[in-house]
């Protein structure tokens, strides 16, 4: 199934929930994305995506039911059984974290593969993985994602630092596997990297809202021109993220300008 919408006119009852899932996953995606890129280890949401991704492809060869809350369950205890190695990774060996972060997700993208080898549907399997699936998400999809996204945020705004280096991993990996399963580990991606880029050199206390927006206006002009040209929307989506960022990160003032 292609998530490309078929239609010649802006459909905001299918935009409109999608939308909402792009905004969701900005939610907590932004203040991720700068985090990390103060920590310099921009691979870390690739690879804890593929290993979410990996504990669902393993629950679905394992013939689980797909929205099935023990899928959940195995995508959530994968991410935060990756979380936790990072953890140890980054005490045991910091100065080559990144490449280790780099190797897991290799890994986990090749374990993920190995499994689909015999599953005929495999192909469209990683597909949907991958680019996702963002134009078919539920109602119900979007009131778990929000509540739990309502929590994650209330614990990173309240407690922040006192998280600790094991905290963050682990509330990392938990907005990491509610995300992917909505919009696809490319788009993960992108949400937390490419706004958290074009705002780096802003003022501290502009770059949160400016991140924000920044990604909004990424997601709503991506999804209507998916819709306008038919193409898939998850594709057209990272497309627009970049296209947005790279503009916002020429026009936003810079601090050191004054």
């Known amino acids: 199934m292609t998530d490309a919408l078929h239609l010649h006119t802006l459909d905001w009852g299918i935009l409109g929930p999608a ?21 310099g280890i921009v691979f870390i949401d690739l690879a804890i995506a593929q290993i979410a991704g990996l504990g669902v492809i393993a629950a679905s060869a394992m013939g689980w039911e797909p929205q099935g809350l023990s899928v959940q369950a195995a995508a959530m205890g994968a991410a935060a059984a990756g979380a936790l190695l990072m953890t140890w990774m980054e005490r045991r060996w ?12 290799v890994l986990a993208s090749c374990t993920g593969i190995l499994l689909l080898a015999g599953n005929p549907h495999g192909g469209e399997h990683l597909q949907d993985l991958l680019v996702g699936q963002i134009l078919w998400v539920t109602p119900s999809q979007l009131l778990t994602t929000g509540a739990l996204t ?24 938990v907005a990491v596997t509610a995300s992917v399963q909505l919009v696809g580990v490319y788009l993960v991606f992108s949400s937390l990297i490419m706004p958290a880029l074009a705002v780096r050199l ?30 898939p929307s998850g594709a057209v989506v990272v497309v627009a993220m970049a296209a947005v960022s790279l503009l916002a990160g020429g026009l936003i003032p810079h601090s050191r300008d004054g």
Do not use: N
């Open 19 to 39: 939308l909402m899932a792009g905004l969701l996953v900005l939610a907590t995606h932004v203040p991720l994305g700068v985090q990390v890129l103060r920590k």
């Open 202 to 231: 802003a003022r501290p206390r502009w770059q949160l809202p400016l991140a924000w927006l920044t990604g909004a206006l990424a997601y709503a002009s991506g999804l209507s021109l998916s819709a306008w040209l038919d193409l």
């Open 94 to 105: 910091p100065d080559i974290q990144e490449a280790l972060i780099g190797t897991l997700f």
């Open 150 to 173: 309502a929590l994650l945020l209330a614990l990173w705004l309240g407690l922040g630092p006192r998280l600790g280096r094991t905290g963050f991993y682990l509330l990392f990996a």
